[in-house]
């Protein structure tokens, strides 16, 4: 899993391209298993532990928390909507109010994540709303 700049260099000139990782690698039961990033659908916390949902409908339980995985996913396009719930943007299907709170409904997902009022303003601005 790659979360620090990498240097690359070329005869020419030395950059420094900051990266986003396209695959990690998750340690599970009996073994690792390695994910495309592109196919998390939302996260999930529960404590110390988080549940990633992928888009073929299966999910793995890991035992890192939710921030670890908003900082390595931040220019993935993963979104912060509530203190347990970080979803890719590219699953969003739609916002709605209901009963005063705000929610969304992600593709290949049946759950309804509810988006908290102190994050709704960052939501739609992130969105461009």
Do not use: W
């Not at 073994?31 to 949902?53: H, M, N, P, Q």
């Not at 931040?74 to 709170?101: M, Q, T």
């Amino acid at each position: 899993m790659i979360t620090e700049p990498i240097t690359l260099e070329h005869p020419d000139t030395t950059k420094t391209a900051v990266t986003k990782p396209k695959f990690i690698a998750l340690s599970i039961k009996n073994g690792i298993k390695v994910i495309a990033v592109d196919d998390i659908v939302y996260l999930e916390s529960s404590g110390r532990y988080t549940t990633l949902y992928f888009n073929d409908n299966t999910h793995v339980t890991i035992c890192k928390n939710l921030g670890h995985y908003e900082k390595l996913f931040e220019k993935n396009h993963f979104l912060r909507i509530h203190h347990s719930f970080l979803i890719n943007v590219a699953y969003l299907k739609n916002i709605f109010r209901d009963g005063g709170g705000q929610y969304c409904k992600m593709n290949y997902a049946s759950e309804i994540l509810p988006i908290s009022n102190r994050r709704f303003s960052f939501v739609k601005k992130y969105l461009h709303y």
